[in-house]
Structures are given as C-alpha cells and as structure tokens.
C-alpha cells in the first residue's frame, strides 16, 4: 500500500467543522477513486476521478461532500459541515490508465475521521 | 445496488492447513473478480484477480475459482501462515464501470 499515500491518517473534527483527506496516486497512476468503510463493513464507493475530471459521483452524498483531482497535487475529498455518521475510513485508491482492460485498484491506508 | 456477499463472516484454521475463503455475487453482468486482504488499521492489498473468462487461476499460495453458473466465488490459501490472519474480501467489476462492489467481509483466524 504504500504507494497511494493519504494523509492525514487520522483526523479528529467537532461537528460543524470542514473536513479535508488528501490522496496522492501511485506514480504514473491517472485514476483516482474514493471509498468510506464503516467498521466491521466493505468499502462503499463514492466517486471515480481522472485529472481535473469527475467521472462518476453516484457514490457520494449530493450534499456536504465534493472531490477534486487538479492538474497538479493531490485529490481532496472535502467534508463541510461534518456530522457524526461521517465518522468513518475513507480510502483512495488508483490504477493507471485502464484502456480497454481492467486493472486492480491499489489502495493506500486511509484516513480515520472522527467526529466528536 | 451492492450484489456480492459472503457466506461465513469468520473463519478459523489450523496453521499450516488450507484455507477456503468463499463469496457469492448476483450481478451475472460483473466481468472482473477481485480479492483483497485487509489487516487491521491498513486499506485493502491487492491479492489476485479473475476475469469472467476464465474459471481459475493461480498465485503464489492462492487460487481463485470462478463458478459463473452459480455466481461464486472462492479464494484458497495453501498452508495458511499466521501472517495470513485478516480480513478478506471479494469485490466485482463491470469493465465498462468504475466502482468496485465489495462484499462484507471474512475474518480468518489462525490457530497455532
């Protein structure tokens, strides 16, 4: 796993307060995804981004959550206005251009958000 | 919605003996099969992958059995180590798609 890398990997925030986890792809490694895990559960997906590009939302929350890949540094999962059921493991995970195949995702650690 | 599932949430073996993880999926469309390894406080590891058009294949102490006439799944680990004890999940794709879907989860346990 070590090479997606997020951080923070643990993140503690009050209700109310903005979230941010950072995730930086493996190298050479153009696609990224989100997933949130609840304890003792599978990863759920939220969305699917190239460079600059969001290609599939249809796991996140209309609300609160949006994502981002720029052109330069490291996709951002934004939280606003966190509540308690936010409190989960947020993984990211890429793979290189997939052209007409399929290629395993690789995950890094993720990121422990807990709100108080 | 999410279509794969596990038959047992635990799993408990002998040191040294094979291990048979097993997954059942809904979606006869998913064209592409992951296993992933989760140990405690780290993202799933990439173990081994099927396509739909295959119904086995082979890594170093693992094999993946693909049944699509039943829409099942395994995984197998030869002479389970104590550094096997996690938590496995099996995930499907479409290729056309970008989410994985995972199932729940197994928790295999290693017995000294």
């Known amino acids: 796993n070590a090479g997606v890398m997020q951080n923070p990997r643990h993140l503690v925030r009050r209700r109310g307060q903005e979230a941010r986890l950072r995730c930086s792809p493996m190298?050479?490694?153009?696609?990224v995804y989100w997933y949130r895990q609840l304890p003792e559960e599978g990863l759920k997906f939220m969305v699917y981004?190239?460079?600059?590009?969001?290609?599939?939302e249809s796991g996140m929350p209309k609300e609160r959550f949006s994502a981002e890949f720029p052109k330069e540094g490291p996709s951002i999962l934004r939280i606003q206005q966190v509540v308690r059921g936010d409190s989960a493991a947020y993984f990211c995970?890429?793979?290189?251009?997939?052209?007409?195949?399929?290629?395993?995702?690789?995950f890094g650690d993720g990121t422990r958000l807990s709100i108080l | 919605g999410e279509s794969v599932g596990l038959h047992l949430p635990t799993l408990s073996v002998q040191e040294g003996d094979n291990s048979i993880i097993n997954c059942a999926y809904s979606?006869?469309?998913?064209?592409?099969f992951i296993w992933y390894k989760q140990e405690s406080g780290k993202g799933p590891q990439f173990i081994i992958d099927?396509?739909?058009?295959?119904d086995k294949r082979q890594g170093q102490r693992v094999t993946v059995l693909l049944n699509k006439t039943v829409k099942h799944l395994s995984l197998q680990i030869a002479a389970t180590q104590p550094g096997d004890s996690a938590v496995y999940f099996c995930?499907?794709?479409?290729?056309?798609?970008?989410?994985?879907?995972f199932g729940s989860g197994t928790r295999l346990s290693i017995r000294p």
């Open positions: 995970a890429s793979s290189p251009e997939e052209g007409t195949g399929v290629m395993p995702q690789h």
């Open positions: 190298k050479g490694h153009s696609h």
């Open positions: 981004l190239q460079k600059e590009n969001i290609i599939d």
């Open positions: 979606n006869s469309a998913s064209d592409y």
């Open positions: 099927i396509r739909s058009n295959m």
């Open positions: 995930a499907e794709k479409y290729s056309s798609a970008s989410k994985i879907i």
